[in-house]
Each structure stands twice: as structure tokens, then as C-alpha cells.
């Protein structure tokens, strides 16, 4: 079965059916902005039309093996025609209403993949341990999205103004190294940002990379719409080889800063500095001041993120005081400082955690 967000494909459709042109942009509405993807809920196509498109294609091509839900997150199993399963994580955050002092849906926040497993392998990461299966292709990128959206229909229904809730953010920092599949990662997000598909504004995007510089490179010549963030972890090039260890030898931490200084030179765009805090490895407070150093005087934004510990990995989180000192002694370099809440952990959809239950059963296999 052929898949419905090839354009070509779908003006062959048309044109086999004598439709009129307009037919396609009814079927992109319906798709994108009604954030349906079972043709039969496509009301304002014919009949006739829905029973020739189910026909001959689909629109999300993956299948869901399972949601796990909890307050903070949903987490997507979905598997990809070829057997593989892939994993998506939905972040809701809230806020109280004013009024009524209650707690309200505010946002929504999709973490996706661009690969099934990673072959960076940073020690921390569960998805790291599987290695690199496949590239996914745009159409399984842009079908975590459309299926996403399609359940937040199903489930919130519509906003007090009469719009769809949907997804807010899309970050590209689940399972995979977006920057290794950066040819559908760029059409993915080409796509995310269209006025005529998703309409997503640049600030909403973003690409989270550990690092890849001849992809990095591209992407600032691309002038492609989307925000950058990059995983730092440690602010000198010994530690960040033994974090990062299979690209950060090859993309040493100058050449990475030099790339980063010239896309906020060229874009006027801050960098989101990620940095996974792991007891005794990357957050003393030496450390903390070489960082403060690194990111001083430009336009940078860190974001700690508390470690999540998991059995496949013999690291510890670094402990909440720590973390506050470590925020503090950067901050003192004029550089800004957040600490990220861990969303998600009791189902395993926390960063670093994708891929857990495969690899956990793995590593009991060989004991
Ligand atoms: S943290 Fe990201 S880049 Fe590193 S191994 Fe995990 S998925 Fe790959």
C-alpha cells in the first residue's frame, strides 16, 4: 500500500480519477489541520472518494503496539512495516487556570525519533546499547506526528475557542541522531514548518543533535526553520569522549563550538546547550566553572538535565543540591540556567530511557 504524503503519488491519484485539483488540497486539509488519518473520518471527501483512497493508501505508516499513559506523558510502541519498533513520547504541561484554580491542559510537547536505535552510543542512553537498526524515512517521521495528533483529538477534543488541541512542539531528540539521518530529518521538518501542512513556527522545531558536524554544516546552509540544540555533557574534550564516545573524537568539542558560533552568527538564533547531569561524572564543580567558561559571551541557553538512572547502566543521578550549585556557578558566568523536570520516568519515556524494556530483556537474555 502506497503512502499518502508522497505529492506525486497523490497527483497520479487525481489524475487517474479525473479529480479537480482542489480534491488535493481537500485531502492535505483533512489530513493536516483535521489531524484525521482513517479515511473514513474524512467527512468532507465523497464517499466514493474515501473508498478509493483507503483503497490504494495509508497515512500513518505504522502500526501502534502500544500507548503507556501516566499524567506527565503517553508513550508510543509503533512499528514500522519492516518489524522494527520505534518509540515517540507525548509531554503534557499544565497550568492552573486563574479562575477556577484548577489544574488545565496547557501544551503539548512530542518528542520523536529520526532512527530505530542510535549508533552514537553515549554511556548514559538505553538507546545507545541497541546500536543503529534503520534510517526512518520521512513518512514514518512525519506518521508519529499525524498519529499523535490524531489520538490528542480523540482524547481532548477541542480547545474553549473552538480549535483542535494539538501538538505545540516537536523536538527531534528521541531514539537516533537526527543529524544521521539528515536527509529526512531536513524534509520532515520542511513539512512541520508549512503553512500548507503542519504550520509550525520555527521556535516550535526543534533538532537535537549530539554533534555531527558535517550534517551541522548542512543544516546552516540549508537555512532550514527550525531551532538547534546540542548535546553538550561535558565542557572539555576528555570528558566529552568518554560520554560520547563513537563521534566525539572524530567532532571535537572546538570544532563543534566553532560550527555553533557560526550558525547563532549567521541565524541570530540562541543554542540550546543539553547536558545530562550523572553523579561524579560531569557535575563537580570544576566542571560547573569550565562549562560557565565555555558558554560565556554567547548566545546560549543550558539545560541540566537530572540523569535518569535505569538498570541497563551503571550510572547514578546527580543529587538535587548538586545540580542547584552546578546551575548556580554557571549562572555567575552570565550564561542562562534551567534545570529540566524529568517527565515520564515511571514509563520508562524519560531521556535516555527509549528503548528500555528491549534492552533490559536483552541483557537478561545473556546472563
Ligand atoms: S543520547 Fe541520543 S545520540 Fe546519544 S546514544 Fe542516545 S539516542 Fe543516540
Known amino acids: 500500500m502506497q503512502n499518502i504524503l508522497d505529492p506525486k503519488v497523490l497527483e497520479q491519484f487525481r489524475q487517474e480519477h479525473k479529480l479537480q485539483p482542489y480534491r488535493i488540497r481537500q485531502i492535505e486539509q483533512e489530513i493536516f489541520h483535521n489531524a484525521n488519518i482513517d479515511f473514513a473520518d474524512m467527512t468532507t471527501l465523497s464517499k466514493e472518494m474515501r473508498e478509493q483512497l483507503a483503497a490504494d493508501f495509508s497515512v500513518v505508516p505504522l502500526t501502534v503496539d502500544r500507548i503507556d499513559e501516566c499524567k506527565e506523558t503517553s508513550k ?23 479562575k477556577t484554580k484548577k489544574e488545565k491542559l496547557n501544551r503539548m510537547t512530542l518528542c520523536i525519533s529520526s532512527q530505530v536505535g542510535c549508533s552514537v552510543g553515549c554511556i548514559f542512553c538505553v538507546t545507545g546499547k541497541m546500536g543503529l537498526k534503520k534510517n526512518l524515512d520521512r513518512t514514518e517521521v512525519l506518521g508519529q506526528v499525524l498519529y499523535v495528533n490524531n489520538y490528542i483529538k480523540k482524547r481532548f477534543g477541542k480547545r474553549e475557542d473552538g480549535t483542535l488541541f494539538r501538538v505545540r512542539n516537536i523536538v527531534f531528540m528521541w531514539m537516533g541522531e537526527p543529524m544521521m539521518n539528515y536527509s529526512a530529518v531536513k524534509k520532515t521538518s520542511e513539512y512541520l514548518t508549512d503553512t500548507r501542512y503542519f504550520w509550525l513556527s520555527q521556535r516550535r522545531v526543534t533538532i537535537s543533535t549530539s554533534g555531527v558536524i558535517p550534517s551541522m554544516e548542512k543544516f546552516i546552509d540549508d537555512k532550514l526553520p527550525v531551532s538547534l540544540a546540542f548535546s553538550l555533557h561535558a565542557p572539555n574534550q576528555t570528558l566529552r569522549e568518554e560520554l560520547v564516545p563513537t563521534i566525539a573524537k572524530f567532532y571535537t568539542l572546538d570544532k563543534l563550538m566553532a560550527v555553533l558560533d557560526r550558525y547563532t552568527q549567521e541565524t541570530g538564533n540562541e543554542v540550546m546547550y543539553e547536558y545530562v547531569m550523572i553523579k561524579d561524572k560531569n557535575d563537580m564543580h570544576e566542571i560547573a566553572h569550565q562549562t560557565g567558561t565555555l558558554l560565556q559571551g554567547r548566545k546560549a541557553h543550558l539545560n541540566l538535565i537530572p540523569y535518569n538512572e535505569n538498570p541497563a547502566i551503571d550510572l547514578e543521578e546527580s543529587d538535587a543540591k548538586q545540580i542547584r550549585q552546578f546551575q548556580k556557578i554557571v549562572l555567575s558566568y552570565g ?26 530483556a536483552t541483557l537478561t537474555q545473556q546472563k
Open 335 to 360: 550564561v542562562p540556567v534551567t534545570v529540566r523536570e524529568n517527565m515520564g520516568r515511571e514509563k520508562k519515556s524519560a531521556c535516555g530511557q527509549l528503548g528500555y524494556e528491549k534492552v533490559v
Open 76 to 98: 508510543f510502541l509503533f512499528q514500522t512495516s519492516d518489524g522494527n519498533v520505534v518509540e515517540s513520547v507525548l509531554m503534557y504541561h499544565f497550568h492552573k487556570d486563574k
